[in-house]
Nanobody
């Protein structure tokens, strides 16, 4: 059973930084892509960033390219999202997701319903 546990959310001022963590367990993730998505109130869940567990190739949404960095620690089976230069429009619940036999790029272009495994989410609030 795949388990994903997010942490690291909080309240930050515009221009600040946060780092989210997603601890994964229950599988050998070598054939998986791991990604971050977000959902603001009244809006649909949207893709943020993804990484291939094997090889480490990454893919980003245009809205966060250059500000956010996704990375993974293979030994800790953890994926991180470093968020810099945060904006009020980044405010959302951030979810970690993973899917087998999927690349980071495909995770970024397919709808979120294509992802089967999700964490519980962590709130990120950016004040202006």
């Amino acid at each position: 059973q795949v388990q994903l546990v997010e942490s690291g959310g909080g309240l930050v001022q515009a221009g600040g930084s946060l780092r989210l963590s997603c601890a994964a367990s229950g599988r050998t993730f070598s054939t998986y892509a791991m990604g971050w998505f977000r959902q603001a109130p009244g809006k649909e869940r949207e893709f943020v960033a993804a990484i291939n567990w094997s090889g480490g190739s990454t893919y980003y949404a245009d809205s966060v390219e250059g500000r956010f960095t996704i990375s993974r620690d293979i030994a800790k089976v953890t994926v991180y999202l470093q968020m810099n230069s945060l904006k009020p429009e980044d405010t959302a619940v951030y979810y970690c997701g993973t899917e087998r036999y999927m690349t980071a790029q495909r995770m970024g272009v397919l709808p979120p319903r294509s992802v089967d495994y999700w964490g519980q989410g962590t709130q990120v609030t950016v004040s202006s």
